[in-house]
């Protein structure tokens, strides 16, 4: 433990592109750039499932059964491709090598919890409200964004809370394609035998506290988003926090 | 079988690094001491040696496939040389402390390799590690992560002239896919390989000679714990075993093997058994 | 990669079935040690919560802090500690299964109508018939859902497990020495049977909880 | 004097079988009983949800709890049996103070039926009934006997419904299990929360009505809870009409209750009919029948004539040979005629069953050309004839005394 | 003969001041409609769940829809704004065929008021009553303006409600709230499916009363889904009465389901009550009033006693001098003194109003003493004498010829 602290104490430790202040932008900024793009993908789809009813069954299992997918796999086997593919598609290799791996692997991550709580979010909009929202003359579009949204939205922001909760911890892994992040410091820590486990401990340290602070930071973000209406009916309903990350999909 | 193992020989714990070539030797071991009638537990892959080593060191394991010169730095790198047997010989005395004894070495090694592209070496004219200094700002550098702490890679790095760190550098694991694949797929210009490593034959890298011979020898042998020893009936017969096994892995028959299991993608027990046939290493 | 090598070798496929059941087996065994293991912890501290509703937020807090803790650090860090047992493997696995479990089990108690409590207490149930003959059979449905997410998350995640070593290495293997070999029906394989271990689990739960949930509609169920 | 009639809206039902203790039912009292509720958070505490409140039921009755939303009629129920302790007073059981039982027998000798049913989702309807005999730890075929029996009794096929599930119900089949259920150990006391509140109004009826029935046999003791005013004059022995506040503002027969209301409140709760609605507590039996003039097919007409003129009606009540009427004959149609022949007989009153309330009496005779109902006996034969002017004799009657009227057995 | 009433349970109602298509109403046809489900996952298809429905409701009538569940009327209501559309036939709007025109320019000229309400959660009282406006793109200030008229109209003071949020109102509140909303842009037809079903009887009978006053400024087509027979009546212009399997049982005005029942259906359906029911339809002011003998406070009595001896009845009625009733007075308590004074005045009979309905009207009189009652004008001046026999009589007439009694105007 106090070799732990040794660790974050030393200055060295705080400075330079190694150190942590580097290691947790680079972190944050692949976590954001990963979570950002696999909304792109997941929350339109989740929508139109939600909202529609059609294709539901296939792309919620396949959601589902995506957050099985080894990250690790993804990162090695998405490796010489992208590097094969840089000269082809003119991108530098060094993206090839580090970020494009890393970044997929995340995205995949990312997008299960993101399109299952989208479309159970909507799923879970009372039928009557729709209608009545249909019979005042409100077009699919509009019911979708002025009612189906602003009431899903909870669910959605806690899909979203899960998504980005399990790419902090597993971005760590792209440091294997020599990517930053504080996944360096458990991955450098663990190549250093007994003598790295504090750097490790402090890597990992460094990630949960990340982690954890999002999280709260994004939770404060979801009380904010909820309706208040939606809110003060819940408070109603509910004596225990509902369940954000799984909502019985 | 052979029969050397007596029948209240305790079972055999060997363990290897989560590399092929650890995989290959710890199960070529494994197999002619089964083959002698010794009872054999595999615990394969147990990741680096700073992962292992500690394992191996509480008992966890019996006997481990090493690198004589790699072994030796991970206790004491000031002691390393460029000759396998004395490497050896000083391994089994910082060893011997611990309770582990050092078997025979092979006569093949496998040591750190500083590779290039075969393109980079045509057009920079390198073909040794002295030709790096010149030209180490051109250069986007593999390195391990480690390599600060690592007298072989940053220490020799800087007697080849070379300023640490370099500008350009990737912290990619030495030996390890994702660094060979790096070099072939110019992200980096230079990797540190191992020699014996397949991908050096398969993406026709260059190996650049070690001329300050910066890099120790790294012949491979057996570590065994002596309170395993203590335990056999015949624990020369043992020994004899496993040197007899060792002392028919040359650096030719190393590579070649190495690139049966990943150019060939065969698997480690298949092609270990095939060469201890071929040496006639085996009963039967 | 060799020239002329597909990318899916079936003659290997063909004749390694031994090992590729027995990886098989053990990634199975490296899921369902977890699972039953949050499970326990995670219906404890569920019961627990619903006695004392102020622990829950802390228990989410601490299940949630497990659950974000980088899996190969958890690994590295254990390794020192339980050596090259099984335990290793389990512990974090487990521990990475608790924040689903429990939110899930909670939500199964929370789901049961207040109405059909009421009913219950009016006819002389004790707390603890209520517990066992009311309480957890409605909860079953949203429990076994939590279920089934955790087990396909734990199923992937354990392919990391290899990491500690051949003996814990389950599919994860094959990843690793796919690499290691450059042969990519390995790796390749190795994450489509954990893909299809998962979807193996999904189905199993589903058709668990409508085994054991015949009262339920097709309604109540959804979708998932 | 009258017989009053319970509730007479069920003709199939004589109150009166019911012995005081007869069968197996207990007196509930309320003694003093009142609760405040803590104040939760953020909401303020109920001041008195149930105030001061003293009730005592007989055994074997109906008493029903009426009132606005809001007024502690669930309340005051749940404190029965004990899901909701009093603040303070007591609640007698067969004069024994409920809180001194063991709570688990106490509820599990009292049924209780609820608007949400609250059936147990996961068991079948045959468990979902034989809950209560399980915890008193009846062996399983026992057990299933009773379930089926109270199956039948409830109007559900058991070969039917036995092994569904309560989801593959309609509400109305739901509620039937709900009192099945509650049913199952016989208890003395039965609590029920308006049971029939959340069904369709053609099906509420059917249940109300089937309930009745039912009670006849069983003759329990039963609180049972309704904001409808209706509902608690056909379903109460007695009513007590409770305001907001959680006090009773009247507590008396559904007739008291309709005839002398005791507040301007209870006025405003029974509504502006209550004229009619306390008709629709006495039958045709109760009245005293007019006669008329009468003669029989075949009869000859001169002294049917003759009765005529002493009678200030025009027409003549043609009867058959077993004195069942035909119809209405205007006395010139008999001028010329010698004999009574069926073909005068003009049908154009209606014929009323003896068991018919008043108030559907009335509604038919309004509705009438001849506003004179026929009243037959069991074999059809004439017993009087009622109009609208003795309705309202009688009405006015009972409204000028409608205590003396009133002959609830009390314990 | 009588002037009819559409509805007098609402008695400051003045049906006829709303002419055909005065105010902004249109006519609503069903042409031969049918609505066939398709079967889906497991259920079966529903296999006409409306058949061949064809009904004209004019411009600015409440035309209800009624009948048990599942008989499909919420299906027919649907059609009208293509939530549902039919399998055949045509549904014209003012003439126009719902289905040639956009479907959410139609929409949003058509309210919608649903039992759930269906406000939205996320949206304040305000917002959600300008849902419409908001989509038909008036701006912010002309919308907050309407809200308010519009919550005003349906008795929700603005200031206390326009920011909060549905959770946070009652039942009945939300109700209006619904109206309110549905109301916004004017629209001149409205569906309204059992809009007062989920309240309390105490708060429906107030919401049916305030949205029958609505109704009579607003004068809108009106569809009216209900299950109850009582709402039907007072609420309707004309009812249609559904039975299952999707077809209309009768179509025609209160008066005419109650009187001529086209079918068993509908006896059953319209209840046992249907006389009383009926009754309910009319006002006292429909029937004609006796006449009696009367007496101004401080005439001789002389007089008074000389026109009793010619009449039947043997009460004196005595006026102020302004002709108000005070009360009856009995021929032999007038035999001895010379001069009406008011404390001969017993007044033991009901005041009737004008605007009362018959049905009312009987109720009170039989429970009054002296079964007569004094219907007075607006000054309170006597306009006659009201007897449960000139009902009955009345009641009678109509129910020979309720057709020519109807006037309800027709397009
Ligand atoms: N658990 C509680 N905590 C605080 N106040 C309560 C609680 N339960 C009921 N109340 C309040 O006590 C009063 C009486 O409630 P109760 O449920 O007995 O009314 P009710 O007559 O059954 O009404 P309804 O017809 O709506 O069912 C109400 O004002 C209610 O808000
Ligand atoms: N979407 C649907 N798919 C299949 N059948 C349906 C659907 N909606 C309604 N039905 C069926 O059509 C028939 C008429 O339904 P509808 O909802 O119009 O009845 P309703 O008269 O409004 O009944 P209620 O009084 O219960 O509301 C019913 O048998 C119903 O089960
Ligand atoms: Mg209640
Ligand atoms: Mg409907």
Redesign the pocket.
Known sequence: MSEVIAWFSDPSNWQGSTGVPVRLWEHVWISAVSVAVATVIALPVGLYTGHTGRFAGVAINLANIGRAIPSYAVLVMVLPISLSLAPVLGYSPNLGLSFIPTFTAMVLLAIPPILVNAHAGLQAVDRDLIEAARAMGLKEREILGQVELPIAMTVIVGGFRTAVLNVIATATIGAIVSFGGLGRFIIDGRLRGVAGIPELISGAILVTVLAVTVDLLLGGLQRRITPDGVKIAEGQSFELPKPALSPAS | GGGAAGTDDPTVRIGSDNFYESRLMAEIYALVLEDAGYTVERSFGLGSRQERAPAFEDGQIDLVPEYVGSGLGYYDATQITGDGETNRERLATVLADKGITVFGITPGEDTNAAVVRQATADELGLSSMSDLAAVQADLRWGLPPDCDENPLCKGALEQYGITYPPAERESLAACDVPIAEALNGDAIDFAWLCSTQPAIVQYGFVVLEDDLDTQPAENIAPLVRNDFLEQLSDADAFQALLDGASAGMTTEELTRLGVEVSVNQREVDEVAREWLEAQGLLGD | MQEGRPLIDWVWISSNPDDILERVLQHIQLTALPLVLGFLISLALAIWALRQPRIYTPVIALTGLLYTVPSLAAFAVLRPIFGLSLLTAIIPLTTYTLLILFRNIVAGFQSVPPDVLEAAEAMGYTRRQRLWRVQIPLAVPLTIAGVRLAAVTVIGLATVASILGDAFGGLGQFITEGLQQLFPTKYLMGAALSVALAYLAHVLFVRLEKAVTPWATARARGIG | MVAPVGRAANPGRTLNRVTSHGGNAATVEFDHVT?H????EG????PG??NGLSLKVPAGKICV?V????????????MVNRL?EPTSGRILLDGVDASSRDVIELRRGIGYVI?QVGLFPHQTIEENVATVPRLLGWDQSRRMTRASELMALVGLDPGKYARRYPSQLSGGERQRVGVARALAADPPIMLM??PFGAVDPIVRERLQNEFLRLQEDLAKTILF?T?DIDEAIKMGDLVAV?Q?G?TVAQFGTPAEILSQPASDFVTRFVGSDRGLKRLSLFRVSDVALETVPTARVGDPVAPALAKLASHPFEYLLILDHENRPLGWAHRERLLLIEKITPDLANPSSPVLDRRTTLKDALSQLLEADVQAGLVADRNGALRGVLTVDRIADFARLQSISPLAQDGLDED
């Open positions: 609760k509720y803590d104040a939760v909401k303020n505490g109920t949800a149930v709890l009132g606005p939303s809001g007024c502690g009629k669930t309340t005051s129920l749940k909701i608007q929360d308006e809870v904001h409770f907001l959680g």
